[in-house]
């Protein structure tokens, strides 16, 4: 994601975009508001997001046991 961010000081938004899945309005927005703002301050133009009938927002979890993860 940084790289991708830092690529457009260089690149025009349409050469470079990042791909967001999340849930359509219908199927109640699953990807929070907030984070949407927050990531379209970087500009508007480089988020295509993603929507569908059975599009869902990816997600993951880091677990650490005994220092390995």
């Given amino acids: 994601m940084?790289?991708?961010v830092g690529a457009r000081i260089w690149l025009d938004p349409s050469d470079l975009r990042?791909?967001?899945d999340r849930?359509?309005?219908e199927r109640g927005r699953d990807f929070p508001k907030k984070l949407e703002d927050q990531l379209n301050d970087f500009g508007e133009d480089i988020w295509c997001w993603?929507?569908?009938?059975e599009?869902?927002?990816t997600k993951s979890r880091l677990k650490y046991v005994d220092g390995v993860r």
Avoid: D
């Avoid at 993603?50 to 009938?53: A, I, K, L, S, V």
């Fill in 23 to 25: 849930a359509s309005e």
């Fill in 18 to 20: 990042c791909v967001v």
């Fill in 2 to 4: 940084y790289a991708l």
């Fill in 50 to 53: 993603n929507e569908g009938p």
């Fill in 55 to 57: 599009t869902r927002t």
